[in-house]
């Protein structure tokens, strides 16, 4: 879990509490209250993701609203459009941290001479290499996870040795009431209680966050543990941060270097270069770590959500030539991680603007939190319909979009200056930083907190508004308590056992489907049927979910609707044949009769 602790927190929050006092606390505040007070909520969400097969935060929210495919891009896309500058932070911080190392920070070399471009690509290739040797999802990457631990606590005792080292150098610090720290008017306000909020939501629908606490957690014991475990290891971090804003300050170095540098400067202006090499470890720790898992989660969900349903319908991959589907699913993980990274470096360097690494976080924060309605509605209300989710979703994008995406790329020079100061046509109430005339919080929480009311209410309006039918309501009850359907209550359509077998192993290869299907009848005490024999509904739903956790749960969907009816079988059958609801409505139709009849 300490992937949470990016560059933005080893280097950026020190130079938050130079600017702007205590307004660096709600960073690790929000985290620490969700683990402290919020477990019930994360064990339920854990609890959901293993039943599912969830391979992704799309996934979730995708499978909970009808394994919609359309619901599942919208999902990847604003992941990633949320990721590209978060990714863009990590590399200028470790590049910015190169630069003053080297001595050459200050300067402006082309593009291609940019130290972040070599970091990108490094770490890119990094996450090709180690992240997707395996197709499926849900498998646990005890490897990767085990190095991200090791680069945690890399960058905990590298952060810890520059607290100690600044507590021993802080004499001719300035007094805290001198600096912004005294002011305690920046913890009692409203910006305070918005960034609280948006880290809360952060520590669960930040992509990278939902891999290694939800699609990773091996036992849901664990949550006890990290509960407590991993608000310490916050903590600890936090108390940190103080000496070294007051040391910085006390060395003068506020007027010769930026604030969010001084986790690196400070010893390199007392002579310790040890110390200042492992800050320099520790930050780049940070940064691998965020990228490499960052990576993975994206490229899983692109490929899944995003690049597969399309080859799908558009015929393609020619399902029925028997093509290996596998390999291919993994070289577009790949291309795509390293497309991310291009596309996160070309942020970083078309949005050129003195920046500090707070805002910049913030921003992706902003955006992730935007998962956070759909997630609580998904889990606790069964009057959220997929169309209410779908156009909260949009809606709060697109004002996220336009009240903080936009205004970077002004910054930066990419779109001009009239825009972000009249308003389009002139409607100064349409500015992107004072939409609708509201001029409470700072810029980004006033963004941020418009596009999340936006998001609230279109849901539950259009939700109301619609109604839930009972098909929705028993989707709702299926996802919620993991149904299991019984076996054999129905055949599944004229679908045989090899047909099944042969879909899965185009995805998986024939011995990861043929142990599935032997867990599937082992599980219920049966002989493992011959190939010929009809295949049962439950064997088809449950080979669908093993199929969701390597392609998710739309794509999934989606293949074995063109596979089955590529044998003949209409595409509607298969969809009802799927269809854990439609089983569970007749069911409960079956119950209702026999119980008016007797």
């Known amino acids: 879990l300490g992937v949470y602790c990016t560059t933005w927190t080893f280097f950026g929050a020190v130079g938050t509490a130079v600017r702007d006092g205590w307004a660096y606390l709600p960073i690790y505040l929000g985290p620490v209250l969700v683990f402290l007070l919020a477990t ?29 495919p359309a619901l599942a891009a919208l999902v990847a896309v604003m992941a990633l459009t949320a990721a590209v500058p978060y990714l863009a932070l990590q590399y200028k911080a470790v590049g910015t941290s190169i630069d003053v190392l080297t001595g050459s920070a200050g300067r402006h070399p082309p593009w291609f001479a940019d130290t972040a471009l070599w970091v990108a690509l490094l770490m890119a290739i990094f996450a090709m290499l180690f992240g997707t040797r395996r197709l499926d999802a849900t498998e646990h990457h005890e490897g990767v996870m085990l190095a991200i631990a090791f680069e945690s606590v890399v960058k905990l005792l590298a952060f810890v040795t ?26 009692a306000n409203a910006n305070f209680l918005a ?27 664990d949550l006890s543990k990290a509960r407590w475990l991993f608000s310490g290891y916050l903590a600890v971090f936090t108390l940190c941060v103080v000496p070294v804003a007051l040391a910085g300050l006390g060395a003068g170095l506020g007027d010769r270097h930026h604030p969010d540098s001084f986790v690196l400067t400070l010893p390199m202006e007392r002579g310790a270069t040890g110390i200042a090499v492992l800050a320099f470890l520790g930050g780049l720790s940070a940064a691998t770590a965020m990228v490499i898992v960052a990576s993975i989660a994206l490229a899983t969900m692109i490929t899944n959500d995003l690049i597969m ?66 997630i609580l509605t ?38 001009g200056w009239p825009l972000f100061e009249q308003g389009p046509w002139g409607i100064t109430w349409l500015r992107p930083q004072s939409l609708f005339g509201i001029e409470v919080l700072s810029p ?12 609230v209410l279109v849901l539950v309006v259009i939700s109301m508004l619609r109604g839930v039918s009972l098909r929705d309501r028993m989707a709702a009850m299926t996802f919620l308590r993991g149904a299991m359907p019984v076996a054999g209550i129905a055949p599944a359509g004229g679908a045989r056992v090899g047909d099944l077998l042969a879909v899965t192993e185009r995805i998986l290869g024939a011995e990861a489907a ?18 010929a024999e009809p295949a049962d509904r439950s064997l088809l739903q449950h080979m669908e979910r093993v199929l969701a956790g390597a392609i998710g749960a739309s794509s999934a969907r989606l293949m074995f609707t063109h596979a ?21 409505l007749r069911f409960s139709r079956q119950l209702l009769q026999a119980t008016m009849e007797n």
């Open 40 to 68: 019930p909520f994360l064990q339920r969400l854990v609890a959901v993701a293993r039943s599912r097969n969830t391979t992704s935060i799309a996934d979730l929210i995708s499978a909970r609203f009808g394994k919609s």
């Open 162 to 187: 520059v607290g100690v080292f600044a507590v021993l150098h802080i004499g001719p610090a300035p007094e805290i009431t001198a600096t912004r720290l005294g002011d305690l008017d920046t913890i």
């Open 195 to 221: 960034t609280t909020l948006l880290a809360a939501a952060a520590i669960v629908c930040l992509p990278r966050q939902f891999l290694v606490g939800i699609v990773e957690c091996a036992d849901p014991a």
């Open 309 to 374: 349903p399309a080859l799908w319908r558009s015929r393609w991959l020619g399902l029925s030539q028997g093509a290996d589907v596998g390999r291919l699913v993994l070289w577009l993980r790949r291309v795509t991680i390293l497309l991310i990274a291009l596309l996160a470096f070309a942020y970083h360097h078309g949005t050129a603007a003195p920046a500090s690494l707070a805002s910049i976080g913030l921003l992706a924060f902003a955006a992730v939190a935007q998962f956070a309605p759909a």
């Open 378 to 415: 998904g889990l606790y209300w069964r009057g959220a319909t997929r169309e209410g989710v779908f156009w909260g979703l949009a809606t709060g994008f697109a004002v996220w979009t336009y009240t903080l995406l936009l205004p970077n790329f002004v910054a930066g020079g990419v779109i």
């Open 444 to 455: 980004v929480m006033r963004g941020a907190m418009i596009a999340l009311a936006t998001n």
């Open 514 to 531: 043929a142990r599935a299907l032997d867990d599937y009848h082992t599980g219920l005490g049966r002989p493992v049927p011959r190939h």
């Open 564 to 584: 089955m009816a590529g044998r003949g079988i209409a595409a509607e059958d298969v969809a009802e044949l799927l269809d854990e609801t439609s089983q569970e």
